[in-house]
C-alpha cells in the first residue's frame, strides 16, 4: 500500500541549533502536507506544498517539496523551545482522496 | 482554518461497554470527516473516511462492526466503540475537510482508557 517514511523518528537539539525532518513517499503525491503536535496535544496544520519543486517559509520555518512529488523536508533555523513537539508530515493520494501521515519526528530542546 | 470539536476530551470505561465520541464541524459544512487513531509516541493511523449521508468507507484491518460511524448531519460524525477492551485505549482524533480542498482540520482529540 500507500506509504510515507519520515526520519528521523527522534531528534535533539541544544537550543539555537537547526532541525531538520524528512519525508519520502513510494508513490507521487498530489500535495503534502505538515502539521505539528506538541506533547499532550493534537496535530495542527502548518503548510501544504502542492507544486514540483515548491519552497515556502514561516518564519524560521522551511518547507520544500521534491521535484519527483516523492519527498518533502522541513528545516527548523535557530531553534527554540516553542519548537517542540512532534512533526508529521501527510502525503495527500489523490486517487484514494485521503492523507497519509508519515511516522513523525520527535523533537526535543535542550534550553 | 476550521474550528473542530471533540466530545468528550477524555473518558475511563470498564471493558465491554460503548463509548460514543462526538465530531462536530463548528464553523462550516463538511461533507467528509475522518476519524484517526493515534497509539502513544506513534503516527495517525486513518481509521475510517465518514461521508455525510452514506456508509463510511473503513479502511483495512478496521472492524466496521466495532467502530461504528455515523456521519448523520453536515457538522456531525460520530465513533462507536463497541464492547471495548483494554486494546482499545487510545487517542481517536477526527478531521475535517472542506469541500474542493485537501487540508484536514484536526479536533482536540479524545483519550479512550478501558479498563
Not at chain 1, 16 to 37: A, H, M, P, R
Not at chain 1, 81 to 109: E, M, N, P, W
Request: hydrophobic share 30%.
Amino acid at each position: 500500500g500507500q506509504q510515507v517514511m519520515q526520519i528521523p523518528q527522534y531528534q535533539h537539539v541544544q537550543e539555537g541549533e537547526d532541525f531538520t525532518t524528512y519525508c519520502n513517499s513510494s508513490t507521487t503525491l498530489s500535495n503534502i502536507q505538515w502539521y505539528k503536535q506538541r506533547p499532550g496535544g493534537h496535530p495542527v496544520f502548518l503548510i501544504q506544498l502542492v507544486k514540483s519543486g515548491e519552497v515556502k517559509k514561516q518564519k524560521r520555518l522551511t518547507f520544500q517539496f521534491g521535484e519527483a512529488k516523492k519527498n518533502s523536508s522541513l528545516h527548523i533555523t535557530a531553534t527554540q523551545t516553542t519548537d517542540v513537539g512532534t512533526y508529521f508530515c501527510a502525503g495527500y493520494i489523490q486517487g484514494a482522496q485521503k492523507l497519509v501521515f508519515g511516522q513523525g519526528t520527535r523533537l526535543t530542546i535542550n534550553p | 482554518g476550521a474550528v473542530v470539536s471533540q466530545h468528550p476530551s477524555w473518558v475511563i470505561c470498564k471493558s465491554g461497554t460503548s463509548v460514543k465520541i462526538e465530531c462536530r464541524s463548528l464553523d462550516f459544512q463538511a461533507t467528509t470527516m475522518f476519524w484517526y487513531r493515534q497509539f502513544p509516541k506513534q503516527s495517525l493511523m486513518l481509521m475510517a473516511t465518514s461521508n455525510e449521508g452514506s456508509k463510511a468507507t473503513y479502511e483495512q484491518g478496521v472492524e466496521k462492526d466495532k467502530f461504528l460511524i455515523n456521519h448523520a448531519s453536515l457538522t456531525l460524525s460520530t465513533l462507536t466503540v463497541t464492547s471495548a477492551h483494554p486494546e482499545d485505549s487510545s487517542f481517536y482524533i477526527c478531521s475535517v475537510r472542506k469541500q474542493g480542498q485537501e487540508t484536514q482540520y484536526f479536533g482536540p482529540g479524545t483519550r479512550l482508557l478501558v479498563l
